[in-house]
């Protein structure tokens, strides 16, 4: 596996933002200590933004999400269509998990890039076992 780069989840991004968010003093720490680039999903984008949205409204959503589309936090990777097929499988076999179809092609794509680390404050990244958690 790589050192290259940590994959940062929606978890992570939404901690960093939500000064509320019992992870925010850890994610920001996290954010300030990391010496690998960052990078992100187009999925992970979609799902982040849209908690935001939910969560802390649109204007906070627009402006964490135009420095997440600008690339100025982390590289925007997209998920191609044998990620989709490889997390499809892997939402289908792991069927007593809480993993969303996202997670899923976060495991794909980090297979795939051969990518070691995640930034994430759920627990999916830990049950699926094969990667290290920031």
Same mark, same amino acid.
């Given at each position: *596996?790589?050192?290259?780069?940590?994959? =940062? +989840?929606? &978890?992570?991004?939404?901690?960093? !933002?939500?000064? &509320?968010? #019992?992870?925010?003093?850890?994610? =920001?720490?996290? !954010?300030?200590?990391?010496?690998?680039?960052?990078?992100?999903?187009?999925?992970?984008?979609? @799902?982040? =933004? $849209?908690?935001?949205? !939910?969560?802390?409204?649109?204007?906070?959503?627009?402006?964490?999400? #135009?420095?997440?589309?600008?690339? @100025?936090?982390?590289?925007?990777?997209?998920?191609?269509?044998?990620? @989709?097929?490889?997390?499809?499988?892997? /939402?289908?076999?792991? %069927? +007593?998990?809480?993993?969303?179809?996202?997670?899923? $092609? &976060?495991?794909? !794509? *980090?297979? #795939? *890039?051969?990518? %070691? $680390?995640? /930034?994430? /404050?759920?627990?999916?990244?830990?049950?699926?076992?094969?990667?290290?958690?920031?």
């Amino acid at each position: *596996m790589s050192n290259r780069f940590v994959l =940062v +989840d929606t &978890s992570a991004w939404y901690a960093l !933002v939500d000064k &509320s968010d #019992r992870d925010h003093t850890s994610a =920001v720490t996290s !954010v300030r200590n990391l010496t690998r680039p960052l990078i992100t999903t187009n999925y992970i984008f979609d @799902e982040t =933004v $849209t908690l935001i949205k !939910v969560k802390l409204g649109p204007r906070i959503a627009i402006d964490f999400g #135009r420095k997440l589309w600008n690339q @100025e936090l982390a590289l925007r990777i997209q998920v191609l269509k044998k990620d @989709e097929q490889k997390a499809w499988d892997l /939402f289908s076999q792991y %069927d +007593d998990k809480g993993f969303s179809f996202t997670d899923c $092609t &976060s495991f794909a !794509v *980090m297979e #795939r *890039m051969k990518i %070691d $680390t995640a /930034f994430a /404050f759920d627990d999916h990244f830990t049950q699926y076992g094969k990667f290290s958690v920031i």
